[in-house]
Protein backbone atom coordinates (compact mmCIF):
# COMPACT_ATOMS: atom_id res chain seq x y z
CA UNK A 1 0.00 0.00 0.00
CA UNK A 2 1.37 3.28 -1.06
CA UNK A 3 1.65 5.71 1.81
CA UNK A 4 0.27 8.98 1.62
CA UNK A 5 3.11 11.77 1.15
CA UNK A 6 3.44 14.31 3.92
CA UNK A 7 1.65 17.84 3.20
CA UNK A 8 3.59 20.41 1.59
CA UNK A 9 3.85 23.52 3.85
CA UNK A 10 5.57 26.74 2.46
CA UNK A 11 7.19 29.15 4.90
CA UNK A 12 6.97 32.92 3.74
CA UNK A 13 9.28 34.79 5.73
CA UNK A 14 11.92 37.34 5.51
CA UNK A 15 13.64 37.07 8.37
CA UNK A 16 16.57 34.08 6.96
CA UNK A 17 17.44 32.71 10.68
CA UNK A 18 13.96 32.48 11.61
CA UNK A 19 12.73 30.95 8.34
CA UNK A 20 15.47 28.29 8.18
CA UNK A 21 14.60 26.96 12.09
CA UNK A 22 11.07 27.04 11.08
CA UNK A 23 12.07 24.83 8.11
CA UNK A 24 14.08 22.44 10.10
CA UNK A 25 11.75 21.72 12.23
CA UNK A 26 9.00 21.43 10.10
CA UNK A 27 11.35 18.95 7.87
CA UNK A 28 12.42 17.47 11.26
CA UNK A 29 8.26 16.07 11.67
CA UNK A 30 8.57 14.94 7.91
CA UNK A 31 6.58 17.31 6.38
CA UNK A 32 8.13 19.01 2.86
CA UNK A 33 8.93 22.61 2.59
CA UNK A 34 8.76 25.36 0.57
CA UNK A 35 10.11 28.70 1.39
CA UNK A 36 9.74 32.29 0.31
CA UNK A 37 11.88 35.25 1.29
CA UNK A 38 8.99 38.11 0.88
CA UNK A 39 5.81 38.95 0.26
CA UNK A 40 5.84 38.74 -3.68
CA UNK A 41 7.75 35.38 -4.19
CA UNK A 42 5.34 33.45 -1.55
CA UNK A 43 2.45 34.83 -3.44
CA UNK A 44 3.88 34.16 -6.64
CA UNK A 45 4.59 30.38 -5.10
CA UNK A 46 1.28 29.95 -3.50
CA UNK A 47 -0.18 30.44 -6.47
CA UNK A 48 1.54 28.32 -8.57
CA UNK A 49 2.77 25.18 -5.98
CA UNK A 50 -0.53 25.01 -4.34
CA UNK A 51 0.93 23.99 -1.02
CA UNK A 52 -1.23 22.32 1.53
CA UNK A 53 -0.70 24.98 4.06
CA UNK A 54 1.00 28.53 4.31
CA UNK A 55 2.50 29.97 6.96
CA UNK A 56 2.67 33.48 6.68
CA UNK A 57 4.54 36.21 7.98
CA UNK A 58 2.75 39.55 8.71
CA UNK A 59 5.57 42.28 8.30
CA UNK A 60 7.40 42.03 5.24
CA UNK A 61 9.27 43.67 2.43
CA UNK A 62 7.69 44.03 -1.50
CA UNK A 63 3.99 42.69 0.22
CA UNK A 64 2.93 42.43 3.57
CA UNK A 65 1.32 39.06 4.77
CA UNK A 66 -1.79 41.16 5.33
CA UNK A 67 -1.77 41.83 1.25
CA UNK A 68 -0.79 38.29 0.66
CA UNK A 69 -3.80 36.88 2.45
CA UNK A 70 -5.76 38.90 0.76
CA UNK A 71 -5.21 38.24 -2.44
CA UNK A 72 -4.75 34.38 -1.82
CA UNK A 73 -8.46 34.52 -1.18
CA UNK A 74 -9.19 36.80 -3.79
CA UNK A 75 -8.11 34.75 -6.67
CA UNK A 76 -10.04 31.90 -5.20
CA UNK A 77 -6.87 30.19 -2.73
CA UNK A 78 -8.74 27.93 -0.15
CA UNK A 79 -5.24 26.92 0.91
CA UNK A 80 -4.68 27.36 4.90
CA UNK A 81 -3.22 30.31 6.18
CA UNK A 82 -1.68 30.32 9.51
CA UNK A 83 0.31 33.63 10.12
CA UNK A 84 2.86 34.21 12.70
CA UNK A 85 3.69 37.67 13.75
CA UNK A 86 5.39 39.74 16.09
CA UNK A 87 2.27 41.91 17.06
CA UNK A 88 0.39 40.83 19.14
CA UNK A 89 -2.65 43.96 19.48
CA UNK A 90 -6.19 42.28 19.00
CA UNK A 91 -6.79 44.26 16.32
CA UNK A 92 -4.03 43.09 14.33
CA UNK A 93 -5.18 39.70 15.49
CA UNK A 94 -8.95 40.81 14.38
CA UNK A 95 -7.09 42.36 10.77
CA UNK A 96 -5.70 39.18 9.76
CA UNK A 97 -8.39 36.80 10.67
CA UNK A 98 -10.82 39.41 8.22
CA UNK A 99 -7.88 38.95 5.81
CA UNK A 100 -8.72 35.53 5.52
CA UNK A 101 -6.34 33.88 7.63
CA UNK A 102 -7.25 30.78 9.18
CA UNK A 103 -5.23 31.39 12.22
CA UNK A 104 -2.99 33.32 14.14
CA UNK A 105 0.07 32.88 16.14
CA UNK A 106 2.32 35.19 17.87
CA UNK A 107 6.02 35.32 18.54
CA UNK A 108 8.08 33.76 20.42
CA UNK A 109 5.80 30.40 20.10
CA UNK A 110 6.51 26.75 21.24
CA UNK A 111 7.44 24.36 18.81
CA UNK A 112 4.82 22.41 20.21
CA UNK A 113 2.18 25.07 20.06
CA UNK A 114 3.17 25.43 15.94
CA UNK A 115 3.00 21.69 15.53
CA UNK A 116 -0.28 21.59 16.82
CA UNK A 117 -1.76 24.43 14.88
CA UNK A 118 -0.73 23.32 11.75
CA UNK A 119 -1.99 19.70 12.73
CA UNK A 120 -5.09 21.06 13.01
CA UNK A 121 -5.59 23.32 10.65
CA UNK A 122 -4.13 20.43 7.90
CA UNK A 123 -7.25 18.24 9.98
CA UNK A 124 -10.08 20.76 9.49
CA UNK A 125 -9.13 21.49 5.78
CA UNK A 126 -9.33 17.55 4.77
CA UNK A 127 -12.51 17.29 6.95
CA UNK A 128 -13.79 20.58 4.57
CA UNK A 129 -12.50 18.73 1.98
CA UNK A 130 -14.51 15.47 2.67
CA UNK A 131 -17.39 16.83 3.70
CA UNK A 132 -20.76 16.85 1.96
CA UNK A 133 -21.21 20.27 -0.05
CA UNK A 134 -24.94 19.76 -0.53
CA UNK A 135 -27.44 18.91 2.48
CA UNK A 136 -31.07 17.92 1.87
CA UNK A 137 -32.89 17.92 5.34
CA UNK A 138 -36.51 16.90 4.25
CA UNK A 139 -38.10 19.70 2.40
CA UNK A 140 -34.67 21.54 2.87
CA UNK A 141 -31.91 22.00 0.10
CA UNK A 142 -28.87 23.63 1.45
CA UNK A 143 -25.75 24.32 -0.66
CA UNK A 144 -23.09 24.92 1.39
CA UNK A 145 -20.48 26.20 -1.19
CA UNK A 146 -23.14 28.51 -3.21
CA UNK A 147 -24.46 29.77 0.02
CA UNK A 148 -27.80 29.44 -1.47
CA UNK A 149 -31.36 27.23 0.47
CA UNK A 150 -34.34 26.81 -0.35
CA UNK A 151 -36.93 25.40 1.71
CA UNK A 152 -40.47 23.49 -0.50
CA UNK A 153 -38.61 25.10 -3.44
CA UNK A 154 -38.77 28.59 -2.06
CA UNK A 155 -36.04 30.79 -1.18
CA UNK A 156 -34.67 30.08 2.52
CA UNK A 157 -32.73 33.04 4.02
CA UNK A 158 -29.96 32.32 6.14
CA UNK A 159 -27.26 34.09 7.59
CA UNK A 160 -23.63 33.95 6.67
CA UNK A 161 -23.36 32.74 10.45
CA UNK A 162 -25.97 30.10 9.65
CA UNK A 163 -24.03 29.17 6.53
CA UNK A 164 -20.81 28.54 8.75
CA UNK A 165 -22.28 26.55 11.43
CA UNK A 166 -24.02 23.96 9.00
CA UNK A 167 -20.68 23.71 7.45
CA UNK A 168 -18.90 23.06 10.19
CA UNK A 169 -21.55 20.57 11.51
CA UNK A 170 -21.29 18.86 7.99
CA UNK A 171 -17.62 18.52 8.39
CA UNK A 172 -18.11 16.93 11.14
CA UNK A 173 -21.11 14.89 10.35
CA UNK A 174 -22.27 12.50 13.51
CA UNK A 175 -19.46 14.29 15.86
CA UNK A 176 -20.01 16.54 18.57
CA UNK A 177 -18.90 20.00 18.05
CA UNK A 178 -18.45 21.77 21.12
CA UNK A 179 -19.80 25.38 21.77
CA UNK A 180 -16.08 26.75 22.19
CA UNK A 181 -15.40 25.37 18.52
CA UNK A 182 -18.48 27.09 16.99
CA UNK A 183 -17.16 30.39 18.79
CA UNK A 184 -13.83 29.46 17.26
CA UNK A 185 -14.10 28.36 13.78
CA UNK A 186 -17.35 30.64 13.53
CA UNK A 187 -17.21 33.89 15.16
CA UNK A 188 -13.15 33.30 15.55
CA UNK A 189 -13.73 34.60 18.68
CA UNK A 190 -13.10 38.41 17.41
CA UNK A 191 -16.86 40.15 18.80
CA UNK A 192 -16.43 38.05 22.06
CA UNK A 193 -19.43 36.48 21.88
CA UNK A 194 -20.96 33.71 24.56
CA UNK A 195 -21.61 30.07 24.47
CA UNK A 196 -25.15 31.45 24.40
CA UNK A 197 -24.89 33.07 21.33
CA UNK A 198 -24.22 29.88 19.88
CA UNK A 199 -27.72 28.23 21.60
CA UNK A 200 -29.58 31.29 19.95
CA UNK A 201 -28.01 30.99 16.63
CA UNK A 202 -28.65 27.03 16.69
CA UNK A 203 -32.40 27.59 17.34
CA UNK A 204 -33.14 30.14 14.94
CA UNK A 205 -31.65 27.70 12.60
CA UNK A 206 -33.71 24.93 13.55
CA UNK A 207 -36.95 27.48 13.13
CA UNK A 208 -35.79 27.82 10.04
CA UNK A 209 -35.82 24.49 9.23
CA UNK A 210 -38.71 23.33 10.51
CA UNK A 211 -37.59 21.56 13.06
CA UNK A 212 -39.59 20.87 16.73
CA UNK A 213 -37.37 22.44 19.16
CA UNK A 214 -38.53 19.71 21.66
CA UNK A 215 -37.53 16.94 19.25
CA UNK A 216 -34.83 17.83 16.39
CA UNK A 217 -34.50 15.87 13.76
CA UNK A 218 -30.83 16.65 12.32
CA UNK A 219 -29.16 19.08 14.30
CA UNK A 220 -28.87 17.24 18.05
CA UNK A 221 -27.91 18.69 21.67
CA UNK A 222 -25.34 17.17 23.02
CA UNK A 223 -26.31 17.97 26.71
CA UNK A 224 -23.22 19.60 28.39
CA UNK A 225 -21.07 19.57 25.18
CA UNK A 226 -22.94 21.48 21.73
CA UNK A 227 -24.38 19.84 19.10
CA UNK A 228 -23.94 17.32 16.22
CA UNK A 229 -25.79 17.40 12.58
CA UNK A 230 -27.57 13.66 11.80
CA UNK A 231 -28.48 13.37 8.21
CA UNK A 232 -31.16 11.89 6.79
CA UNK A 233 -30.89 8.11 5.25
CA UNK A 234 -30.84 7.09 2.03
Known amino acids: MNKKPMPRILIVEDELPMRTALADCLSAEGYRVLQAEDGKIGLQKAAEEKPDLVLLDVMM ?116 VTREQFLDQVWSYTSFPTTRTVDNHIATLREKLGENPAKPNWILTVHGIGYRLILPKG
Request: aromatic share 4%; glycine share 6%.
Open 61 to 176: PRLAGISVCVELRRIGQKIPILMVTAKGQLQDKVKGLDAGADDYLIKPFSVDELLARIRALLRRFENRLQAVSVLKLDDNLIDLQRQTATRKGKALELTAKEFSILRLLAEREGEP
